[in-house]
Nanobody, 114 residues
């Protein structure tokens, strides 16, 4: 079992920045992948960013150039640096990990005001 705890969400003005953190309850060194997804009201959950065990990253087109995912294996933590935030980035952001199966955190709210 893996527990994931997100933090760092909040209210920010458009153009601002936030950094989300996802702390895992065990070592993430051999996780196949970790990532961030988001779900806005009335919309489906969408994958925003992912980093594999080989440190390959991929991003949704909507966040490319603005968001950066990184992992710190020593701290069992994955980060999502979000810059140039837009109102359409408003959503609950979830951390996910892939090991023997998918694990999800409880989510953290990000609200971007115009």
């Amino acid at each position: 079992q893996v527990q994931l705890v997100e933090s760092g969400g909040g209210l920010v003005q458009a153009g601002g920045s936030l950094r989300l953190s996802c702390a895992a309850s065990r070592s993430i060194f051999n996780f196949n992948a970790m990532g961030w997804a988001r779900q806005a009201p009335g919309k489906q959950r969408e994958l925003v960013a992912q980093v594999t065990s080989g440190d390959r990253t991929r991003y949704a087109d909507s966040v490319k150039g603005r968001f950066t995912i990184s992992r710190d294996n020593a701290k069992n933590t994955v980060y999502l640096q979000m810059n140039s935030l837009k109102p359409e980035d408003t959503a609950v952001y979830y951390c996910a990990a892939v090991l023997d199966k998918e694990y999800w955190g409880q989510g953290t709210q990000v609200t971007v005001s115009s």
